[in-house]
């Protein structure tokens, strides 16, 4: 499926979920109170879906803009109400129900992030083991003492199983302090496990940034070397017009010696229309071919070389390097409430740092970066597209819950001050209110569109 309709779907799909989970947070405690509902929509403006059911003919609807979803309430505030229904309005309720309906619809965003997490632990989180690859010279991770061949267990002694567990918990501690203690083991030089500790200084804004922390650190994952063997030889290639044949092992070009598949393909592509000279071993022997490299274009619009020859890839060849997570029953449960938790104090705290300026505000995503990490995810399979559904749920769980008068937050703060002064605040202190937290969303989301385009043109 081409990729652009993949993201489209992927993030129509995973709005139009976690919304009517929020809202039905909401609206189910609402009818639990007693509180006439009179609209469920998911998406804003016009309904594009209507439909009536119901003893109080509540209108379920999905309206044309799908970046949101609300829940009307029959509310003495926004219009005339029947004497009869009075005691069904929002605003007759007691303060402990209206902040329970308030809360509800985050508090559903958590619960489904729970569950997500769950599944996803049932179905097997793959990952890949934090094996150290190549060190930047004079890096933080060089400074330290981290060497290729590292794998790392543990950071501020919690055991770490896979890349992703290596970047939380590297976030988790910069985000405390500007050090991080890693448990290292099995070095290639070495034998045995070592402590070291990554000082990042004053960095932590740069290091924020998205995809700038391990190249900030000076690491880079291992990615283990395909051997130099022929797998499949495309007709019509410069390999075929060669006589390249599957199974052969490519030993030098022009000379020049050749040790795994990737410095392979560099001599190819940096010599595109160039006749070259291979030597490859085949069938006990060495021969010798001569080949003109093709040529075309890649996605920079940069001339590369090309023969039409892929490589062989030996049986479990990766699974050394592979970690999968998985887990049943009460086992997954716990490790979902865990998740849960972790992943929601790390979200406050990096909102906190944001607000002060120690974190990078480039971490704000809009509709544009949210559709490519759907399709993206969804690409890879069901574990990591639960995830994204998982931790996106506990986003707009958390941004509900902010402070600001137009989300669920600063509503409660309203039946808060309510509840003090005795009476409810005025109608000009509401409006100016929603006018502020109008214009601070607005801010937020043209910075988050901002931060889409300036990655997509980057």
């Known amino acids: 499926m081409n990729m652009i309709l993949l993201s489209v779907l992927a993030f129509i799909f995973a709005i139009g979920v976690l919304v009517a989970v929020h809202e039905w947070g909401h609206y189910i405690v609402a ?25 109080d003919q509540t209108e379920y609807c999905i309206s044309a803009i799908p970046l949101g979803g609300y829940v009307k309430l029959l509310d003495e505030r926004e ?16 303060l402990s129900a209206r902040v329970a309906i308030l809360v509800a619809g985050p508090l559903m965003n958590f619960i489904f992030a729970v569950i997500a997490f769950f ?3 049932q179905v097997g989180v793959p990952g890949s083991i934090p094996l150290v690859g190549e060190v930047q010279p004079d890096s933080i991770a060089a400074t330290a003492g981290i060497a290729e061949g590292d794998r790392i267990v543990a950071i501020n002694n919690s055991p770490v199983a896979t890349w992703e567990g290596v970047m939380l918990g590297l976030l988790d501690a910069f985000l405390s302090d ?3 203690t890693l448990e290292l083991r099995g070095e290639q030089n070495r034998a045995g496990e070592r402590t070291v500790v990554l000082d990042i200084g004053d960095r932590l804004s740069e290091l924020t940034e998205p995809g700038a922390m391990l190249p900030g650190l000076g690491l880079a994952p291992f990615r283990p070397q395909l051997p130099p063997v022929i797998g499949e030889v495309l007709p019509g290639g410069a390999a075929e017009a060669a006589g390249m044949q599957a199974g052969d092992e490519v030993i030098a070009v022009n000379g020049t010696l050749v040790s795994g598949w990737m410095e392979w393909v560099a001599l190819i592509r940096g010599q595109p229309g160039v006749e070259v000279h291979v030597a490859v071993y085949r069938d006990g022997r060495t021969e010798s071919l001569e080949m003109t490299i093709g040529e075309s274009t890649d996605e920079d619009g940069l001339r590369i070389g090309r023969i039409g020859a892929g490589p ?5 060849f990766y699974a050394a390097y592979r970690a999968e997570q998985r887990y049943t029953g009460l086992t997954a449960l716990d490790r979902a409430l865990s998740r849960t938790w972790n992943m929601s104090v790390l979200t406050v705290r990096m909102v906190g740092r944001m607000v002060t300026g120690d974190v990078s505000p480039k971490n704000i995503s809009g509709p544009i970066n949210i559709a490519q990490y759907a399709g993206y995810s969804a690409s890879i399979g069901l574990a990591s597209f639960l995830s994204f559904l998982a931790i996106v749920s506990l986003s707009l769980g958390i941004l509900n819950l902010l402070p600001i008068p137009v989300l669920d937050g600063g509503q409660v703060i ?23 937290g109008i214009a601070f969303l607005v801010l937020i989301m043209g910075f988050a569109f901002y931060n889409d385009l300036t990655r997509v043109f980057s």
């Open 31 to 55: 009818r639990m109170a007693g509180v006439k509902v009179l609209r469920f929509s998911v998406g804003f403006g016009r309904p594009v879906w209507l439909r009536r059911a119901g003893p």
């Open 79 to 94: 219009g005339q109400v029947d004497p009869a229904e009075r005691s069904r309005s929002f605003n007759q309720q007691s």
């Open 119 to 121: 599944c996803m632990y």
């Open 178 to 180: 500007s050090r991080a």
């Open 312 to 316: 062989e890839v030996p049986e479990d």
């Open 414 to 436: 309203y039946q808060v001050a309510e509840a003090i002064n005795g009476k409810p605040l005025s109608e000009r202190v509401q409006i100016l209110g929603q006018q502020i």
